[in-house]
């Protein structure tokens, strides 16, 4: 279940998708056309030349799909990964309402649930995030209602942020994204060399043949580290020898999480 396959073109997949779907049948299992998607970051041309068919069915291409939980798509943000993330914490928090907003309940208890139940929501698959400054800022305002709706206030009360944070003493969510997103960048790094993993984190492109467009780069996983780690005298690229030799240093480095891009 959940297999994913990547290639650099269509013939190899399609020779991919042949044998995942022969050796399924040696098996007894079938393969869900109407559920397995294709997705590409090569523009199609002619429009058929990225069509991939199981069974000489052609199986639907989109632009992005939910794998293991989370978004997939070559997007070059998390937007949509974000807003499901928040819808997902949502759905938690409703589930828990009735005590998470009930005034006779103690806030210690009310911290252990919402830390338990809705904090991972938010959090699922943060280790691979690149935030930006808006898509903190949305994680921080549905934190916020929550809180506002546990403490049974409402923004014409004109309650300051810090003095909700104060009363209900729950850790910010962006800042417990940022502590695992380093837990995360130390165990890349210590990884083996084979593993994918590490290898997509050390490579960059190189030739003559790869040209950086002009305008705002695209916002990488290891930007952030880098920059923190430049705010703080060092440079950048050392992140990942810091990581594999001076571990705390770069915990301590590095945190507290900051609301900048």
Known sequence: DDVALVAHDRGTIQKMVDELVEKSKEVGLLVNKKKTVAVTNIQSTPPNSHVIKIDRQEINLVDNFVYLGSNISFE????????????????????????????????????????????PCFLYG???????????????????RMERAMLGITRLDRVRNEE????????????LAWKRKVKWATKVANADVRKWSRRISEWFPRGAEYKRDAKRPVLRWEDELMRRLRDAGLPGGIWMRMARCQKKELATLTTPARNQA
Do not use: M, Y
Not at 126 to 144: F, G, M, S, Y
């Open 76 to 119: 070059p943000n998390n937007t949509k990964e974000i807003q499901r993330r928040i819808g997902s914490a949502w759905g938690a928090f409703t589930q828990h309402r009735q005590f998470l907003t009930d005034r006779r309940a103690a806030p210690r208890l009310k911290k252990r649930v919402f830390i338990a139940c809705v904090v």
């Open 126 to 144: 943060c280790e691979t995030w690149a935030l930006k400054v808006e898509e903190k800022k949305k994680i921080d305002v549905a934190q916020r």
């Open 164 to 175: 909700i944070a104060n009363r209900t003493r729950l850790p910010r969510v962006t800042e």
